[in-house]
């Protein structure tokens, strides 16, 4: 089984915001297979699908972005998941707004909520799509990565949420390293 965690926080306020492109990326692929969020027992909404014959659990932790590890490492735990077939998409300050890149590992970037993933899985080293948002022009990051896309930026943003959601349907039958391969061409 593969587990794909979309980072974001919980509640209509932020449902639009730019922090929230994870919950976006995972929302699009439970959109397209049918199937209904639940509320886990480990904080957090899940939704089950199958692609390419292969369970995927669906993740979007209500912690709120910066405790983000306290409902995946529970999740990874009771359905004995393995951190190498864990991805987390998020958002990220230093792509252009609507670019994607898959990486295998790396740091938390200065993002809290991958702060928080790393500290509770003990390792830097799991799949991950960087959605990019831009950095903001004035520096004020926080307010920045909590406001909505502007107009002009939606038709990246939406192209971007689903070539993250075309990845992650692809990864299942295949090496990650195949798919970032094919997703982080130029």
Request: aromatic content about 8%; glycine content about 10%.
């Amino acid at each position: 089984m593969k587990m794909i965690v979309g980072l974001g926080n919980p509640g209509k306020k932020y449902e639009r915001t730019r922090h929230n492109v994870g919950f976006m990326v995972v929302d699009e692929l439970s959109f397209r297979h049918q199937t209904p969020w639940k509320k886990s027992k480990f904080n957090g909404m899940i939704s089950n699908i199958v692609v390419n014959g292969e369970k995927v659990l669906l993740v979007k932790p209500l912690t709120f972005m910066n405790l983000s590890g306290e409902c995946v490492r529970p999740l990874m735990d009771y359905y004995d998941i393995p951190v190498e077939d864990v991805l987390i998409v998020y958002d990220d300050l230093d792509l252009p707004t609507g670019k994607i890149r898959l990486r295998q590992k790396g740091g938390a970037g200065g993002h809290n909520g991958m702060k928080s993933l790393i500290q509770h899985l003990k390792t830097q080293e799991f799949n991950r799509i960087r959605v990019g948002v831009d950095r903001p022009v004035n520096g004020d990051v926080i307010n920045y990565v909590l406001g909505d896309f502007p107009k002009a930026e939606q038709p990246d943003i939406i192209a971007a949420i689903k070539q993250s959601a075309d990845a992650i349907e692809a990864w299942p039958g295949k090496s990650f390293q195949d798919v970032m391969n094919n997703f982080n061409v130029k």
